[in-house]
Nanobody, 122 residues
Framework: QVQLVESGGGLVQAGDSLRLSCAAS????????MGWFRQAPGKEREFVAS???????TYVDSVKGRFTISRDNAKNTLFLQMNSLKPEDTAVYYC????????????????WGQGTQVTVSS
């Protein structure tokens, strides 16, 4: 089992950058594929990016070239570097962990953090 705690959210202007972190408990962080999701008010939670146990990454089209997901297995930490932020990126961002090799759907992730708010003003 793994517990996840996100941090790094905040209020920024369009074009600014933020770096989200997700600290994981336990000694088995490296065994999990990790993902970032976001949920805007009134909308479904949507996939943002994922990283496999060995570092392979996947992104939703709307963030490609702007966001970078990475992980530091020695520090049990997941990151999401967000550049060139847009108002439509405003949402609560969640990190999640999956025991599957290649999680695809939201429901492939068994463990979730509590979320961190990102607000981008125009």
């Amino acid at each position: 089992q793994v517990q996840l705690v996100e941090s790094g959210g905040g209020l920024v202007q369009a074009g600014d950058s933020l770096r989200l972190s997700c600290a994981a408990s336990g000694r088995t962080f490296s065994r999990y594929a990790m993902g970032w999701f976001r949920q805007a008010p009134g909308k479904e939670r949507e996939f943002v990016a994922s990283i496999s146990r060995i570092g392979g990454t996947t992104y939703v089209d709307s963030v490609k070239g702007r966001f970078t997901i990475s992980r530091d297995n020695a520090k049990n930490t997941l990151f999401l570097q967000m550049n060139s932020l847009k108002p439509e990126d405003t949402a609560v961002y969640y990190c999640a962990a999956s025991g599957l090799v290649t999680p695809v759907r939201r429901y492939d992730y068994a463990y979730w953090g509590q979320g961190t708010q990102v607000t981008v003003s125009s």
